[in-house]
């Protein structure tokens, strides 16, 4: 997956978006795409343009997330849903090795199953940003997660800039999007057009094999008007954020905050349901259960997701670290925004917005922090569709 | 790149971190009523990474789980691996169940060690409180083998009772010994104690060491820790010289489960030994 420079930048019409389904069906072991499933959009198993939730909105605010089927031609008039890349590189739940044991004697074997290589179509730049994030948690620092590794090797990746970005959606603010640029090597990116009579794809490779990708499509000339039309596109996206965070001195002042009385209010509020860390790209905790069978022949190791927001999570003799829910929620934010940039280098929260739509009582994080900071909050953001 | 339909091979191409090799018990040693060393020796063929001072293991029991123990044997012998465990929770209790002939599941060694080197030349204090004289153990051992590199070496150690002192013959061994000064306290004496009552950090007041030159190494419970450091300052020795073992819950030992994060901190790769001054403002706020 080596970064090279866009060289190629073409124009893919809408009638051959076909065309690249199939090619990427044949070239890959599964072919994952945005989808409508019990009504949200996931990444699922897609075949034709036909799968593809086209003319379909999103409604996005402080717990509530809607589907609207318009009029619209467009195939990728949406942002995120609650699915993100995470589980399919980290999936939510993975045995990991095995022991048979006979007497005192036991054997090991790891469970983990190759997999094939996958290709994903719509994948937005905040989810490029959160593979980027995840890469350092996983492959970065110090020991390496082979089952990361094996997944995240084998993607092929499709990115499709943002146009529309939701009420909830801040990836300006975090430098992540509205358009690809950073983030994880992408293969190919798209950025879907609408105007002058024709629909269609700026496509850009951003590796080798994306360019090979390329070559294999039904592509004409780009021409600079649909250059520009792509950065105004972009540059108005910028603008329509539903969000904000200032990331000024972050760090410094969720360090500096550990005993601001926001954190109670949040408390009162939050459910301790662990949604946003479920729902959130870059949230990488994990519990590991052991799993035997009835009659003590076998073991197993699996690991599950787990969440900040569980009480057992600290458990140590003689207590638990983190009693309050005002404790795990001061954790989770204070990681996501300030002790992720210590550990990785990075700040933790990419903007997408998940955690703000999935948390069933609307707790939003470019709020909270806000409140830290000192700065007047608007209650709500403005409502997509 | 392109035709990328063949598969690779499984997951394992590299090793998987939480993979552990099973060690086979040679011996359970008892220590006292609720605390017992095991002698553990590795599978044939399998070389062990040579663990430093301070280290530990995720021990694992087949069928019931794992759990972090700290490595309480002499760095110097590789033949035998030893921790010494006290049985508080499920898989405590299990490991305290294995016989000589049980197998054990080993990964590690992990974490970040008792500085022993950074400490020659210095007087080097100990201060154990309960099963914190395990994970100290090693680092005794060591500056012991290496004796001239150090100043004076003192280890103050507070146990609950007489009975559940750690180690008593070694305790005894070091006693004895000209260029080492032990104290031992008991929070609650019997009939029969000669020593010392009451809480360790009593007995740093009177311990005999060069306050500009000391290297204090402290593991016991976080509020013991918390005391013995105010007196080890009040003593005048700078932070910079002080070191303390922290416990957090601990799923992975490897940086990934995110359980023992401390602040900035994963205790488990970035600890759990850590100085004074790199913590302190961390273990200074509640349920952080
Ligand atoms: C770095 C490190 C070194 C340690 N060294 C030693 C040692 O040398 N000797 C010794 O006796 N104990 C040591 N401990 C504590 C030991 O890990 C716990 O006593 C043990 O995990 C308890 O597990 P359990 O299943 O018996 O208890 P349960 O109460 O049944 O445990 C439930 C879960 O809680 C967690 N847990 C409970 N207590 C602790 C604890 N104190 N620390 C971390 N996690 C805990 C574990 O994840 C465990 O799976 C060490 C802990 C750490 C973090
Ligand atoms: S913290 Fe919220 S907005 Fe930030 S990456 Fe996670 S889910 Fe998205
Ligand atoms: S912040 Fe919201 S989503 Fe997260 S645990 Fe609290 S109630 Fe659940
Ligand atoms: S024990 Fe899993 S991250 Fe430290």
Redesign the interface.
Known sequence: MTRIKDIATAYLPAEGLQALIDTLRQHHDRVLGPRVREQAIRYETISSVADLPRGVKDEHEGGRYRLHQGEEATFFGFVVGPDSLKSIVYPPRLTLWSMKRSGHEGTIEDQDEPVGSTAILGVRPCELAALAVQDKVFLGHGFEDPHYRQRRERLFLVAVECLQPGAHCFCDSMGTGPGVNGGASWDLALTELVGDGRHGFLVRAGSDAGREMMAKLPLEQAGDGLEKARETALAAAAKSMGRTLDTDGLKKTLYDHVDHPHWEKVADRCLACANCTMVCPTCFCSNTMEETALDGSSAARTRVWDSCFNLDFTYIHGGHVRRSVKSRYRQWMTHKLASWQDQFGVIGCVGCGRCITWCPVGIDITREAAVLQGKPTKTSGRTTS | ?????E??????????????E?Y?VQRSRRESSDTFTLELTPPRGYKPTPFQPGQFNMLYM?????CAISISGDPADDGVLLHTTRV??TVTRALNGCKA???V?IRGPYGAPWPVAEAEGNDVVFVAGGIGLAPLRPAIFHVLAHRRQYGRIVLLYGARTPEDILFKPMLRKWSSRLDMDVYVTVDRAEAGWRGNVGVVTNLIKRAPFDRLNTTAFICG?EIMMHYTVLEILGRGVNEKGIYVSL???M??A??????C?M??F?VC?DGPVFRYDKVKRWME????
């Open positions: 790149m392109i035709a990328a339909k598969r690779t091979k499984a997951a394992a191409g590299a090793a998987d971190p939480m993979r552990p099973l086979r087949p069928g019931v789980g794992e508080v929770g002939g049980s197998r599941g419970p416990e957090r819950n799923k992975c490897t940086g990934f489960c995110g359980h994060q602040g900035p994963f790769k706020i509640r349920e952080l």
